[in-house]
């Protein structure tokens, strides 16, 4: 995305649903990785559910990659995080 006059000039909208038939998230978080490295390798920026498992492993990837991630927190309130 770029800023064009204070207004993106283009959006693009990636929606993706990892479902893998392993037993933990700990044998997921590559496929999560992946994901997030390869998201912010295309200058995209990664928004996720701001939370533990598989949403931080992406956000963390990207991060990594250097790129940039946007996590929307569930919780209700700082006691909830």
């Known amino acids: 995305m770029h800023l064009k006059g204070g207004v993106f000039s283009e959006v693009f909208y990636l929606c993706f649903l990892v479902l893998l038939q392993v037993k933990t998230v700990e044998q997921s978080k590559y496929a999560a990785e992946k994901v997030g490295r390869a998201i912010a390798k295309s200058g995209h920026i990664i928004t996720t559910g701001a939370t533990v498992g598989l949403p931080f492993y992406a ?10 991630s946007i996590g929307f927190s569930p919780a209700t309130s700082l006691r909830n995080m």
């Open 59 to 68: 956000a963390r990837a990207a991060h990594r990659a250097h790129g940039a």
